[in-house]
């Protein structure tokens, strides 16, 4: 099973930019939908942007504009480049896998297989 490591996480001013990166290693596939998601205090896991195995990507309308979800299949690596960053955006921050299905647009937390142990980002204002 592909097994997953967030990095990147940190403090930063409201309007800063921070860019997250999720290792695979293990089975890892090209065709895999992949997903970030975030999860504040209280609250419920937030699906934030998902890729799918072609490349398509979805993101949460909270985050459309801002945030650019990526990845690099030769390092078999994922990646989030966060701008504009604002204090609602904090909260620990999850990669995710699943081999690719056509509902990976949709996906909700459950349809994921792998998950890293999340990285803390924290907005100020």
């Known amino acids: 099973q592909v097994q997953l490591v967030e990095s990147g996480g940190g403090s930063v001013q409201a309007g800063g930019s921070l860019r997250l990166s999720c290792a695979a290693s293990?089975?890892?596939?090209?065709?895999?939908?992949m997903a970030w998601f975030r999860q504040a205090p209280g609250k419920e896991r937030e699906r934030v942007a998902v890729?799918?195995?072609?490349?398509?990507?979805t993101y949460a309308d909270s985050v459309k504009g801002r945030f650019t979800i990526s990845k690099d299949n030769a390092k078999n690596a994922l990646y989030l480049q966060m701008n504009s960053l604002r204090p609602e955006d904090t909260g620990l921050y999850y990669c995710?896998?699943?081999?690719?299905?056509?509902?990976?647009?949709?996906?909700?937390?459950?349809?994921?297989?792998?998950w890293g142990q999340g990285t803390q980002v924290t907005v100020s204002s």
């Open positions: 995710a896998a699943v081999i690719s299905t056509l509902l990976c647009p949709i996906a909700p937390p459950e349809f994921f297989r792998s």
């Open positions: 293990g089975d890892t596939y090209s065709s895999y939908c």
């Open positions: 890729i799918s195995g072609d490349g398509g990507t």
